[in-house]
Nanobody, 126 residues
Framework: QLTESGGGLVQAGDSLRLSCVAS????????MGWFRQAPGKEREFVAAISREGNYAGYAEFVRGRFTISRDNGKDSVYLQMNSLEPEDTAVYFC?????????????????????WGQGTQVTVSS
């Protein structure tokens, strides 16, 4: 089970830190990702991180504004979002993918993920 938190209503230029806590499994066995879905649009990739946190990837629209991180001791993955723009308004979802112990990859396609959270709303006003 994945539970996101940290969303809210902010102004353009502000920052937010999203958190996602996992329960019911060995967190270090999962690669993690963040996705988002804006009203009327399809869900899209935001950021992903390998199971040990060694590697991470981002969508082009992030442009250095967001940072994904994880704390396997706390079964948590985070998304630090800076310089938020109205276009970042969306529901943000975290997702986990079971990976082998030797895997060091991150994953950008939503179809690759096994479990999803319910999402947390982020609204950025101009």
């Amino acid at each position: 089970q994945l539970t996101e938190s940290g969303g809210g209503l902010v102004q353009a230029g502000d920052s937010l830190r999203l958190s996602c806590v996992a329960s019911g499994g060995r967190f270090s066995a999962y690669a993690m990702g963040w996705f988002r879905q804006a009203p009327g649009k399809e869900r899209e990739f935001v950021a992903a991180i390998s199971r040990e946190g060694n590697y991470a990837g981002y969508a082009e629209f992030v442009r250095g504004r967001f940072t994904i991180s994880r704390d396997n001791g706390k079964d948590s993955v985070y998304l630090q979002m800076n310089s938020l723009e109205p276009e970042d308004t969306a529901v943000y979802f975290c997702a986990e993918k079971v990976v082998p112990t030797y895997a060091s990859s991150y994953y950008k396609s939503e179809w690759q993920y096994d479990y999803w959270g319910q999402g947390t709303q982020v609204t950025v006003s101009s």
